[in-house]
């Protein structure tokens, strides 16, 4: 009798743990976004594709020694912009020194909270990075998707990970 019993009580039992999200691991899923387009003016967008409302900008680059290192030569120094960022939890994009075919030489993630605010309401900041190759960067690109979102992958969290996260970040060698 008690066999039956728990028999008929098991669908009801999987159905509670199915809809708890105590389920098996099948359930969980990472997705990543595609990559955006690469430019020295874009438009930051969340791992949907769809716009954040802020803009992100290259405003300059040049090849300098690092003042802090300048017996490792030329360096790419760059100043950037964001406007419409929130200060404190702003968004982050990839910034990469490329060459004349927009092959990427170097990268690295710029956050709008590591720049300083402006009178005009705007996020400016520099920052450095080094590339084998000086003398090949043609330009600085900026990537839209913005990467300041840490979700948990499935991998780390099998209950409440998954879903969309930002593109794997550029790098060298990548085509822009």
Not at 81 to 89: K, L
Request: with cysteine; charged share 25%.
């Amino acid at each position: 009798m008690f066999v039956e019993r728990a028999l008929a009580g098991a669908p009801l039992a999987l159905v509670i743990l199915a809809l708890s999200g105590c389920s098996s691991p099948w359930a969980c899923t990472d997705t990543r976004a595609e990559r955006g387009e690469a430019g020295v003016r874009v438009q930051v967008e969340d791992t949907s594709g769809r716009p954040l409302g802020v803009t992100a900008e290259v405003v300059d680059w040049r090849l300098e020694p690092h003042p802090q290192v300048p017996s490792e030569g030329d360096q790419v120094r760059f100043h950037y912009r964001f406007d419409g960022a929130d200060v404190i939890s702003g968004p982050a994009v990839d910034a990469c020194a490329v060459d004349k075919e927009r092959v990427a030489l170097g990268c690295q993630t710029v956050y709008s909270s590591e720049a300083w605010s402006r009178p005009d309401g705007g996020l400016t900041g520099d920052d450095w990075f080094a590339v084998e190759h000086p003398e090949q960067v043609a330009g600085v690109l900026l990537i839209p998707n913005d990467q300041s979102y840490d979700g948990r992958t499935c991998e780390q969290d099998i209950k409440d990970g998954g879903g969309p996260h930002p593109p794997e970040p550029a790098g060298m060698g990548d085509q822009l």
